[in-house]
Antibody, heavy 113, light 112 residues
Framework: QVQLVQSGPEVKKPGASLKISCKASGYSFTAYPMHWVRQAPGHGLEWMGLINPIGGSTNFAQKFEGRVTMTRDTSTSTVYMEVSGLTSDDTAVYFC??????WGQGTMVTVSS | DIVMTQTPLSLSVTPGQPASISCKSSQSLLHSDGKTYLSWYLQRAGQPPQRLIYEVSNRFAGVPDRFRGSGSGTDFTLRISRVEAEDVGVYYCMQSVELPLTFGGGTKVEIK
């Protein structure tokens, strides 16, 4: 079955960068785009962007352009998302989402001085 | 960006009774390929969202048939025919007809 296993929780200081991973299994990794969605505490879901694993092309929500990078490693079926210039507003749970179907378990990110 | 508006914000339902959630989009979700890209998810407390419905009315494998999606264009509805205790959580609609993907604000379903 499809599994998306994300890296563990992170605590970062304002201004720092963050890189989280999502390791996929149970399907053809290059066949589906991988999205990243975040959820601030007590809030709804916010789409951040996607990466197409077959070629590595990306597409970002306007508010994250220039601050978010998405990469992939086809040899390990893993996608990565890096967020720079963290602020307290980036405190959230970050999810990877295969196509519009399967969700990772989430990675809690806390940004605090 | 397409704005997704869900109502109501919350719902308290007696077990065995029906429930209905509305989701309206600011523009049509009908793609040129003839499909309408509206999905529904349930997020239980402390869990990631889980898939329920895709393309308006198709249940994902393993989703009980008490969940029914309907609608077209810009107006969509998720109905639960007989609510059970395990149906508690927040329901989200999402459009994927164009980027950015956008979500409704969520509807919290509780059991009376």
């Amino acid at each position: 079955q499809v599994q998306l296993v994300q890296s563990g929780p992170e605590v970062k200081k304002p201004g720092a960068s963050l890189k989280i991973s999502c390791k996929a299994s149970g399907y053809s990794f290059t066949a589906y785009p991988m999205h990243w969605v975040r959820q601030a505490p007590g809030h709804g879901l916010e789409w951040m962007g996607l990466i197409n694993p077959i070629g590595g092309s990306t597409n970002f929500a306007q508010k994250f352009e220039g601050r978010v990078t998405m990469t992939r490693d086809t040899s390990t079926s893993t996608v990565y998302m890096e967020v720079s210039g963290l602020t307290s507003d980036d405190t959230a749970v970050y999810f990877c989402l295969r196509d519009v179907v399967d969700w990772g378990q989430g990675t809690m990110v806390t940004v605090s001085s | 960006d397409i704005v997704m508006t869900q109502t109501p914000l919350s719902l308290s339902v007696t077990p065995g009774q029906p429930a209905s959630i509305s989701c309206k989009s600011s523009q049509s979700l009908l793609h040129s390929d003839g499909k309408t890209y509206l999905s529904w998810y349930l997020q239980r407390a402390g869990q990631p969202p889980q898939r329920l419905i895709y393309e308006v009315s198709n249940r994902f494998a393993g989703v009980p048939d008490r969940f029914r999606g309907s609608g077209s264009g810009t107006d969509f509805t998720l109905r639960i025919s007989r609510v059970e205790a395990e149906d508690v959580g927040v329901y989200y609609c999402m459009q994927s007809v164009e980027l950015p993907l956008t979500f409704g604000g969520g509807t919290k379903v509780e059991i009376k």
